[in-house]
């Protein structure tokens, strides 16, 4: 009966639709929403001595759904999933096809490409990565 409204410096404005905005964001106030939280998957990365070492966690995706590549100083690790179901009963068909990908880069600028390893095993994809001496490119031009 009485909404509680934070303070927002300004009173609030009430319309002719106002009860009608109310029972609407009260509805959609229980769904989960979708955000970029559960969109993405985990991923660590340390640093041990000359390699690093990077685990992203990915319960339930297959081997073949994961790409891994490293190319000029971004590391990433994409996944593709298709799912698709079919239920077949007296009198109706139900099926269902989804697709999702979700895709996590990082800048390491000092791997070196011939030493990359991965492995996916227990929904845990771990990748060692050995370092190398990252060249300097950066060049200094004297104004004339």
């Known amino acids: 009966m009485f909404r509680l409204t934070p303070f927002t410096g300004t009173p609030t404005k009430r319309t002719q639709f106002s009860d009608f905005e ?5 509805f959609f106030s229980g769904m989960p929403m ?6 993405t998957f985990k991923l660590d990365v340390r640093q ?24 000029d100083g971004l590391f990433t ?8 179901t079919e239920d077949k009963h007296e009198g109706y ?3 269902e096809r989804r697709m999702s990908s ?7 600028p000092d791997l070196d490409p011939q030493q990359i390893k991965a492995r996916l095993e227990e ?3 771990k990748v ?3 370092k190398q001496a990252v060249q300097d490119t950066r060049t200094v031009i004297d104004i004339e």
């Not at 109310?22 to 009260?26: E, T």
């Not at 979708?34 to 969109?39: A, I, K």
């Not at 690790?77 to 698709?84: C, G, L, T």
Request: proline residues 2%; negative net charge.
């Open 102 to 108: 979700m895709k996590r880069s990082i800048n390491l």
């Open 123 to 125: 929904g845990v994809l």
């Open 93 to 95: 068909l139900h099926r």
């Open 77 to 84: 690790i994409a996944v593709e999933r298709q799912e698709e």
């Open 48 to 71: 041990d001595g000359e390699t690093y070492l990077i685990e992203a966690d990915l319960p339930g995706v297959k081997k073949e759904e994961v790409h891994v590549s490293y190319d």
């Open 22 to 26: 109310n029972l609407i964001d009260d």
């Open 128 to 130: 060692v990565a050995e």
């Open 34 to 39: 979708r955000t970029l939280r559960h969109d």
